[in-house]
């Protein structure tokens, strides 16, 4: 039978106990390290870690971290992905005119309203209103493009107007076409503003041009004395 000998605590002096504390927590905490950092086979989980604990600093320096980044990553390249953006044709051209309308003229009993204009390439579209008067009448069209200072002038690529109602150029006493086209081919070579004229009875004189906003103005040419 092995007797222990009992110690007389007494005698042990303050700081070897210190001492040997620490030695002992040496010891522990070596083994915890090497049991962490060297044994494959001992898996962490760091999700749940406090965030001042020695996992939560391994978590921000392990493939956690990693994950992290590229959820971030594909969420940023979702809002990439999912904004717009807006830019302007730098050759196209257009506006829309309320009252007072820039020009409106008679043909016969009806009256006529240049409403719109766009510019695309060399294509130059006006939009019509026809006001037709009490009386069904065809209404010409008259509109040309002066294409040269001697006075050549150029019609349009449609030939007529045609109303939906009647498939002719012959309106309905009373109605109002709105959105009449008329169309031109601009000249490569044609410089602004275009000359034309209304034609026909009026033989009004007007010139269209490019704004800095992208718009089309119509406008009366400037007379000198």
């Keep these: 039978m092995i007797k222990i000998k009992k110690i007389d605590f007494s005698k042990i002096n303050l700081k070897n ?33 406090p ?22 990553n594909n969420q940023s390249a979702n809002t990439t992905n999912n904004s717009t953006t807006a830019t302007i044709d730098q050759n ?34 006006f939009s019509i209103s026809v006001q037709m008067g009490d009386q069904s009448e065809c209404i010409p069209l008259n509109i040309k493009f002066i294409i040269d200072e001697s006075g050549n002038t150029e019609n349009p690529t449609e030939k007529q107007f ?18 009449q086209t008329v169309s031109f081919d601009i000249p490569q070579n044609a410089s602004a503003p275009f000359l034309f004229s209304t034609g026909g009875s009026s033989n009004i004189f007007f010139e269209v041009a490019t704004t800095t906003g992208n718009g089309i103005s119509i406008t009366l040419p400037t007379t000198t004395d």
């Design 162 to 179: 045609t109303f939906p109602d009647t498939n002719s150029c012959n309106g309905t006493p009373n109605a109002t076409y709105n959105e």
């Design 92 to 125: 196209v051209f257009s506006s829309s005119y309320s009252s007072p309308f820039p020009l409106q003229w008679q043909e016969g009993q009806s009256t006529l309203v240049i409403t719109g204009a766009s510019l695309n390439q060399n294509k130059l579209q």
């Design 51 to 72: 965030s001042n604990s020695l996992f939560a600093i391994m978590k921000n320096s392990t493939g956690t971290t990693n994950q992290n980044t590229t959820s971030s």
């Design 17 to 49: 106990i210190l001492i040997i504390s620490a030695t002992i927590a040496f010891i522990l905490g070596a083994t915890a390290t090497f049991v962490v950092f060297y044994n494959p086979n001992v898996s962490i989980n760091v999700k749940n870690a």
